[in-house]
C-alpha cells in the first residue's frame, strides 16, 4: 500500500513537520503512517533560502 505524509522543511533542509496520511494514501494502517512519519522526520534536504518548503513524501509497503 501507500502512504503520503506531508511535510515541511525548514531552510536548513530539516524536516520539521510531518502529517499524515495525506491525499494519495492508500493504506490507513495506524502502524504504517506511525513509521512513515518518523522516517519522514529524520530525513535531510539540501539547505535552501527559501523560509519554509512544503511537500510531501511517499512510501510504499509490499507485502512479501
Do not use: C, H, W
Not at 524536516?15 to 494502517?29: K, L, Y
Not at 529524520?42 to 513524501?57: C, D, H, I, R, Y
Amino acid at each position: 500500500g501507500i502512504v503520503v505524509i506531508d511535510i515541511r522543511v525548514d531552510n536548513k533542509g530539516n524536516v520539521n513537520f510531518a502529517e499524515g496520511p495525506a491525499r494519495g494514501t492508500t493504506n490507513s494502517n495506524p502502524y504504517l503512517i506511525k513509521i512513515s512519519k518518523e522516517a519522514a522526520l529524520k530525513a535531510k534536504f539540501e539547505p535552501s533560502n527559501l523560509e519554509v518548503q512544503k511537500g510531501t513524501m511517499t512510501f510504499r509497503y509490499y507485502l512479501k
